[in-house]
Nanobody, 120 residues
């Protein structure tokens, strides 16, 4: 069974920085792609950034130049470095993994979510 465990959320002032981390645990044979999504209060869950196992990264326009996604393959972990945070970045952030396991062959797995609040 595959589990994604997030950490690193919290309260930060506008202009501040946070690093989110997501580790993939359990029995799997491949990580194809990892991504971060967020759900702001009263809104749907939207993509933020995603990265392939080969290292190709993409971002939504609203975070380009401020957020950086990276993958530590040795630790099966993906990070989201968030700089120059704005109040509109306030949301619950979710990690998603496109994982090859031994039950479903290949499937999407989600973390439990971590709250990021940007406020003075």
């Amino acid at each position: 069974q595959v589990q994604l465990v997030e950490s690193g959320g919290g309260l930060v002032q506008p202009g501040g920085s946070l690093i989110l981390s997501c580790v993939v645990r359990g029995s799997f044979h491949n990580i194809y792609e990892m991504g971060w999504y967020r759900r702001a209060p009263g809104k749907q869950r939207d993509s933020v950034a995603w990265i392939t196992y080969g290292g190709s990264a993409n971002y939504v326009d609203s975070v380009k130049g401020r957020f950086t996604i990276s993958m530590d393959k040795a630790k099966n972990t993906v990070h989201l470095q968030m700089n120059d945070l704005k109040p509109e970045d306030t949301a619950v952030y979710y990690c998603k993994g496109d994982i090859g396991d031994y039950v479903k062959y290949r499937s999407d797995y989600w973390g439990q979510g971590t709250q990021v609040t940007v406020s003075s």
